[in-house]
């Protein structure tokens, strides 16, 4: 006799953290050393195989500069319209996409961009705070270095706007100085042949480091010594709020509760959420990425071409280079074309950072922005929290954001 299809049920945790990237495994971090028991639910295999998993590598604690500011109206043009620049739109005419395309401009002002990279400054500081405690407790290897960052520019104009930025940060402790193209050289001979260079910031104290290795590392952490549980494999369905736990029905028909369940799923969360009537204004940025081994003159300095729109950063005897911005492709599979467009605007750059005739892996993910850079941190009621919407710097919020996220949701108790 066959049973009625009643879907199985598992035991309750503390808290369900939906998403195993980067910025959940922070957060279960947080939420395991305040004594709760966590569950970690993600779609793919094993962590980190989303957006955390090639990203550009390095730690921009200094550089958090909102997205939107007033040089956006001069780059509109290139940015709504351009089909091979850095930076392009897929249009189209979904109401989400107008109304995260209306937002985003209104923070396209001067106000706007002073207000938006102090707030995502002041949780960049929080997150390298909660980054060297936790390697001070738990050591991962993650081909971690502090190896200081350049941001080039190409003209004065550039300069010059650098220099009312780091003035904006100097209050909060950020450590950076302008320094022109001779200096930059002495600071980085892998500079040297780079003509259009005319200033950059340094910030010695930037970081990098391999985020995916570093999930590795980290989920280890949580399962040997905090007793945090990961379903990998399990895609979310639904989320219901019942009797007073939360209800996740998963793909497969299976069903996980928990009292506490917070979304840190990436794009996905958006709509995740929207059938609970809570609408996210996150948009898909979809970037690239290519791994090669370090040529004959590779920088030790990590490296932002203003120009090109592109980062070079070293993980021990390879480098990263990450660039491109899709606005509102939400097709994670990389396109060649734009790839060997990567390729080459990185040869034009600095033509022997990297073995360009063999390139060890590449990528392309969708990185979930919001119009004003932050990520959303909220506690929604009823045991629900979203952390989300990290953009190009989810790998360096990712230990502040899983702190704040965790303690506004237990605060609520």
């Not at 947080?30 to 990203?55: I, K």
């Not at 270095?145 to 940060?169: D, F, N, R, W």
């Not at 950059?200 to 949580?222: H, I, K, N, T």
Request: with cysteine; glycine share 10%.
């Amino acid at each position: 006799m066959t049973s009625s299809a009643v879907p199985p049920v598992s035991p309750g945790h503390d808290l369900i953290i939906i998403g195993a990237g980067v910025v959940g495994l922070a957060s279960a971090y947080a939420a395991a050393r305040r004594g709760c028991s966590v569950l970690l639910v993600d779609r793919n295999s094993g962590p980190a195989l989303g957006t955390s998993f090639a990203n550009g590598a390095q730690l921009s604690y200094a550089y958090t500069d909102a997205m939107a500011g007033p040089g956006t109206w001069k780059q509109l043009p290139e940015m709504a319209f351009g089909r091979n620049g850095p930076f392009r739109t897929r249009w189209s005419a979904d109401p989400d996409f107008l109304r995260w395309g209306l937002a985003f401009l209104r923070q396209a002002s001067s106000a706007g961009l002073q207000r938006n990279t102090v707030a995502t400054l002041e949780l960049a500081l929080q997150s390298r705070s909660a980054m060297q405690a936790l390697l001070q407790q738990h050591p991962i290897d993650f081909d971690h270095a502090v190896s200081g960052k350049l941001h080039l520019y190409p003209t004065q104009e550039g300069v010059q706007g650098a220099a009312a930025m780091i003035a904006l940060k100097q209050p909060y402790g950020v450590t950076q100085r302008l320094v022109d193209a001779a200096e930059a050289t002495a600071i980085e001979p892998a500079l040297r042949g780079a003509p259009w260079l005319a200033g950059a910031v340094y910030s010695p104290d930037e970081e990098a480091g391999d985020p995916y290795r570093f999930s590795q590392g980290l989920l280890q952490v949580l399962q040997q010594h905090y007793g945090v549980q990961a379903r990998f494999g399990a895609s979310t369905h639904s989320l219901r709020h019942t009797g007073g736990q939360w209800q996740l029905q998963l793909d497969d028909g299976q069903q996980l509760h928990a009292k506490r369940v917070l979304v840190c799923a990436g794009i996905d969360s958006a709509a995740l959420l929207k059938p609970l009537h809570l609408r996210m204004p996150v948009m898909a940025i979809k970037g690239y990425s290519f791994t090669a081994a370090c040529g004959a003159n590779a920088p030790q300095v990590s490296i932002t071409d203003t120009k090109r729109k592109l980062v070079f950063c070293r993980l021990g005897e390879r480098i990263r280079v990450a660039g491109l911005a899709d606005l509102n492709d939400w097709n994670p599979t990389p396109e060649p074309a734009r790839l060997a467009q990567l390729i080459a605007q990185a040869r034009a750059s600095l033509p022997e950072a990297a073995d360009y005739d063999h390139i060890q892996s590449s990528w392309a993910g969708l990185r979930p922005v919001t119009p004003w850079s932050s990520p959303i941190i909220r506690n929604l009621g009823d045991g629900l929290g979203c952390n989300i919407g990290h953009g190009m710097l989810g790998w360096t919020l990712a230990m502040g954001s899983g702190e704040r996220a965790v303690a506004q949701l237990l605060d609520a108790r």
